[in-house]
């Protein structure tokens, strides 16, 4: 694989930038399991569409409390909208608070520039109502 290189201080390297892979909007929580060991349960459908893979860090955002935190994503039953908070995370959130599932990539700084993230937006029952990016 070759590597391309950028310039800074008139110097040649290699830099990697932090960007956003793909997020599902407006995720409603469907259930909370405080004594499970931890992570977050996404329906195997949504995981698949945004591209997120199991056991993928992911940063979430409560738009109902404010609350941000990390965990990793686990695969839910196909088809049925779950979104379940586990282990400490249960305490972050309760069913009906609305997510914002965030997974995030390193890329060459040279081909930032146009980057699409992946983005799904959903809507009161976790049903995909519009997606974006590649």
């Given amino acids: ?50 591209g997120f893979l199991s056991y993928e860090r992911i940063l979430c955002g409560n738009m109902a409390n404010g609350q941000r935190f990390e965990t990793y994503a686990i695969p839910g039953e196909e ?14 959130g309760k069913p009906g608070d609305i997510l914002t599932i965030m997974t995030f990539t390193e890329v060459d700084a040279v081909d930032a520039t146009g980057w699409q993230p992946r983005v799904l937006v959903l809507d009161d029952r976790n049903a995909v109502i519009a997606e974006r990016g590649t």
């Avoid at 088809?79 to 972050?92: D, E, H, K, P, T």
């Fill in 1 to 50: 694989m070759m590597r391309r290189t950028g310039s800074f201080a008139g110097t040649r390297v290699f830099m990697l930038i932090h960007l956003l892979k793909s997020k599902i909007h407006r995720a409603r929580v469907t259930g909370a399991n405080v004594n499970y060991e931890g992570s977050l349960t996404i329906a195997a459908d949504l995981m698949k569409r945004a």
């Fill in 79 to 92: 088809r049925s909208g779950a979104i379940v908070l586990n282990g400490a995370v249960a305490r972050l």
